[in-house]
């Protein structure tokens, strides 16, 4: 049987009761088998957003569609989607077997047709040996194991989860996305997940989807959503650690900032010509696109800009290091700007804050002297404070 299940929201609204407007005009395509991701800080509209799909609340203005159908007056159950929750709900005085069975009893099936799909579900999730347990008996991740098995014995159209990993502890938490994601691909079910983290975000959805303030911000694979950020929000969101910030006046063809003169190509450049172009833009670096500068081939020296600076700390990772320098720089004037970074977890780099970067293991950086960097100027950023568009 193929199963035909792609979603599409056509500028989707949510205004409750108390005329607080959740979710604004979304308008998102989710293809048949596709994993999308839904992030944002929290309070963004994600969770209402798949509250409407799965039938769980009212959709104020839009359309919904689901398989080419409009469902926005269609019950839950009548639209053939399972949801996972973060809160497990289990029932304490069933076994796993009959924890998984119980949606196909409702559902009337036969009791050998029960018992196939539920062992195959078990297989999938590596639950075959646990049938028997009661789920006091079982682990966190195992009862999260159990909960998306209850879910997929019904071969729904599509799952929705609402933060499925956040009661698990760190570590788990990876573990299981890694199930997650094995076990959509194997099942390509359509499915859309929420989760506030970006770096979940990042690492299992074939698109993401930013949210903030009830608005789609950017729709895209991860890496583009990395590479090519279309606003400041964005840009501060994804990446760990966040990007930084950095004040950068207009002269001349120039960019003054606390890193140094930063030039300026084609692009921009004619984005700053005319009467109302701005004065001043935001430049936005991630920690990974600096280097030692006494690590660098004279190739690469070309392609980037260097800067001395006093090292405040350093932080070894193994692999490579996160190095914090005190640089001196005018803070970003407009108000709005630092709301928004503050938004996304993002910190403006002002006078005598931090720049955050991540250097190779093998730098000899030490805490308390003055270094030189070196900083990628092909990876640079470039934003309009005023709107936060990225003009780069
Ligand atoms: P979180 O990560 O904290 O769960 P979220 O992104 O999922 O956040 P939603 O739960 O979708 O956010 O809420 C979006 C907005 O709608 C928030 O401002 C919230 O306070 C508001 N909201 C949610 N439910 C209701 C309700 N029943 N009545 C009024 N406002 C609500």
């Known amino acids: 049987m193929i199963v035909v299940a792609d979603i599409v929201l056509d500028k989707v609204s949510k205004r409750f009761p108390d005329g607080t407007m959740a979710v604004r005009d979304v308008d998102l395509e989710i293809a048949d088998g596709e994993f999308v991701i839904l992030v944002g800080p929290s309070g963004c509209g994600k969770s209402t957003t798949l509250n409407m799909i799965a039938g769980l609340e009212d959709i104020s203005s839009g359309e919904l569609r689901i398989a080419g159908e409009r469902v926005n007056d269609k019950a839950p159950r009548d639209r053939d989607i399972a949801m996972v929750f973060q809160s497990y709900a289990l029932y304490p005085n069933m076994s796993v077997r009959e924890n998984m069975a119980f949606p196909l009893r409702l559902a009337k099936l036969d009791k050998e047709t029960i018992n196939t799909k539920v062992e195959e579900a078990a297989k999938v999730l590596e639950l075959t040996p646990l049938l028997d347990r009661r789920p006091a008996n079982l682990s966190g991740g195992q009862r999260q194991r159990v909960a998306m098995g209850r879910a997929i014995v019904r071969q729904p159209k599509a799952f929705l989860m609402d933060e499925p990993l956040s009661n ?3 570590k788990l938490r990876v573990q299981m996305r890694t199930v997650v994601s094995r076990l959509q691909k194997q099942l390509g079910t359509t499915t859309v997940y929420v989760t506030h ?10 698109r993401v989807v930013i949210m903030r ?3 789609v911000q950017q729709v895209g694979p991860p890496q583009e959503l990395y590479d090519h950020p279309r606003n400041l929000f964005v840009a501060g969101f994804i990446g760990s650690p966040s990007m930084n910030f950095l004040h950068a006046a207009v002269e001349e063809g120039r960019l003054r900032t606390a890193l140094g003169d930063v030039p300026v190509g084609d692009r921009v450049r004619r984005q700053l010509s005319g009467a109302d172009a701005p004065r001043e833009l935001i430049l936005g670096v991630r920690p990974e696109h600096f ?4 690590l660098i081939d004279d190739e690469t020296r070309r392609r980037g800009l260097e800067f001395e600076a006093p090292v405040e700390i350093v932080e070894s990772m193994g692999s490579d290091k996160y190095v914090y320098f005190t640089v001196e720089g005018e803070r970003a004037s407009a108000a709005e700007l630092e709301e928004l970074a503050a938004d996304a977890g993002a910190d403006f780099t002002g006078a005598g804050a931090s720049l955050v970067t991540r250097l190779s293991a093998e730098s000899p ?3 308390g002297e003055s270094r030189r ?3 990628n100027l092909d990876k640079i950023h470039l934003f309009d404070p005023a709107t936060g568009r990225n003009l780069t």
Not at 197 to 206: I, K, S, Y
């Open 168 to 170: 698990l502890d760190a």
């Open 291 to 294: 280097e030692d500068a006494a």
């Open 213 to 215: 303030g009830g608005a």
């Open 197 to 206: 983290d970006q770096t979940e975000a990042m690492t299992l959805g074939d």
């Open 373 to 375: 960097i070196w900083f």
């Open 365 to 367: 950086v030490r805490e």
